[in-house]
């Protein structure tokens, strides 16, 4: 059996890290995809509230950020499957910042007692945090598989190391974590090899190490459809492949978060060309 442990300061703030660089929003969970995505029969999930604003911060501000929290723990542990753990905030001086220990301790407690109750055969630890490497080191020397799931920018190798398997998360990953409603407002542009629309119309060209790149507009609906009734334009950024592969393609509804944020990860380094006739959304800058 697989349980799933999820440090939850570290996926809030690791999760909206990744989301942020494309909609300055933060992202909406849903536990129960977390969960789907890593096949666990249960979710333990780590957090707690702070009762006090921190250094700086406003009451407004304060009670505005603890009502999102509230939210997000009942959310939690309205999910099927899914357990909250509360914990308690300490406060370190140097610097200034909160910490929780308490829910780190009982993560490990929860994890090392489901184990030696042979609850589980495997775990699935959502961290960065290299404190648990001795959790992770007990488990692995029991028998038990730990896989762990992690940020590559911000997580230690001695950690990563410890686990039996690694699954660096990346943008999709975290987006696969947001409820259904926060992608159909917030959706992601799709990537892919393949052969752009015969009807898509160029508009902007580049290069990327030597490459062809270009930017391309598509409409996929017929001049007898009523204007009201047509869907928007799409865009793709069409970039050559290697002699003998299939260009790469991404494509999207929103013209400026598809040049000036997505494609850039992917893609860093595209040379645009000037051009005149630039789209109507308004003027591009490059990558």
């Not at 249960?42 to 009451?59: N, Q, V």
């Not at 509360?86 to 929780?100: D, F, H, I, S, Y």
């Not at 686990?163 to 660096?168: I, K």
């Not at 051009?275 to 109507?280: F, G, L, M, S």
Request: charged share 30%; net charge negative; hydrophobic share 35%.
């Amino acid at each position: 059996m697989i349980y799933a442990y999820i440090d939850g300061d570290y996926l809030q703030r690791r999760c909206s890290f990744a989301i942020r660089k494309l909609w300055d929003v933060d992202p909406e969970l849903d536990f129960g995809a977390i969960r789907d995505s890593v096949n666990a029969a249960r979710l333990f999930y780590y957090d707690c509230i702070e009762h006090t604003p921190r250094a700086g911060e406003s009451l407004p501000e304060f009670e505005a950020r603890v009502g999102r929290k509230q939210v997000l723990l009942k959310n939690a542990r309205q999910s099927d499957m899914c357990h909250v753990r509360a914990g308690t905030l300490k406060q370190r001086q140097k610097p200034r910042e909160v910490t929780q220990k308490e829910v780190d301790v009982q993560l490990v407690v929860d994890m090392l007692t489901h184990a030696a109750r042979q609850q589980l055969s495997r775990v699935v630890l959502l961290t960065g945090d290299l404190d648990f490497r001795p959790a992770v080191e007990s488990l692995v020397n029991s028998g038990v598989v730990v896989e762990l799931l992690f940020d590559p920018l911000v997580t230690a190798d001695e950690l990563i190391e410890a686990a039996d398997l690694r699954r660096p998360l990346n943008l999709r990953n975290w987006y696969g974590f947001c409820s259904e409603q926060f992608q159909k407002k917030h959706p992601l542009p799709m990537q892919g090899r393949d052969r752009p629309p015969n009807d898509a119309k160029e508009i902007r060209r580049g290069r990327l190490d030597g490459r062809l790149a270009r930017l391309l507009r598509t409409n996929q609906w017929s001049q007898s459809v009523p204007p009201s009734s047509r869907p928007p334009d799409s865009y793709g950024v069409v970039i050559e492949g290697e002699p003998g592969e299939m260009p790469y393609s991404t494509w999207g509804q929103d013209l400026d978060l598809l040049i000036n944020k997505f494609v850039p990860l992917y893609h860093p380094g595209i040379e645009w060309e000037e051009k005149p006739d630039q789209p109507e959304e308004g003027p591009l800058t490059a990558a």
